[in-house]
C-alpha cells in the first residue's frame, strides 16, 4: 500500500519493481487488495497485456491507521536509532545487490 499511497496509480509490472515481486506473488496480492476494496485493476485500453493498478478512497483512508505502525514497530524491537539506521542502509545495500543480479 505504501507504493500505492505515493504513486496512486501504476501498472502491475511497476508495483512489482518497486517491491521486488514477480506476477506470481504479486497478483494474488493485488486481488485480495482489490477485493477489499482498497484498489482497482483495469487492462490498458491500447495494450491488453498492460493492467494498472489505481488506489480507491478507501485504500487512502487506510494510510491513517498505518501511520502509527513504524513507531509501535520500533518500541517492539528497542532497537538503537543509530543501530535502526544502519540496518537500514544494510538491507537496501543487499537488496541492491540482489538487484543487480537479477
Known amino acids: 500500500m505504501m507504493v500505492m499511497w505515493e504513486h496512486k ?17 504479486l497478483t494474488p496480492l493485488l486481488k485480495r487488495l482489490e477485493e477489499k476494496g482498497y484498489v482497482t485493476r483495469r487492462r490498458s485500453e491500447t495494450d491488453e497485456r498492460d493492467v494498472f493498478v ?8 487506510l494510510k491513517e491507521k498505518a501511520v502509527s505502525v ?8 528497542e532497537l538503537e536509532p543509530r543501530k535502526a539506521e544502519k540496518l537500514y542502509r544494510m538491507l ?5 545487490t540482489l538487484t543487480k543480479r537479477t
Do not use: N, Q, W
Open 9 to 25: 496509480e501504476l501498472r502491475v509490472k511497476e508495483v512489482g519493481e518497486k517491491l521486488f515481486l514477480d506476477s506470481s506473488t
Open 54 to 61: 489505481t488506489i480507491t478512497g478507501r485504500g487512502e483512508a
Open 70 to 77: 513504524p513507531a509501535r514497530l520500533a518500541a517492539c524491537v
Open 92 to 96: 537496501y545495500e543487499i537488496i541492491g
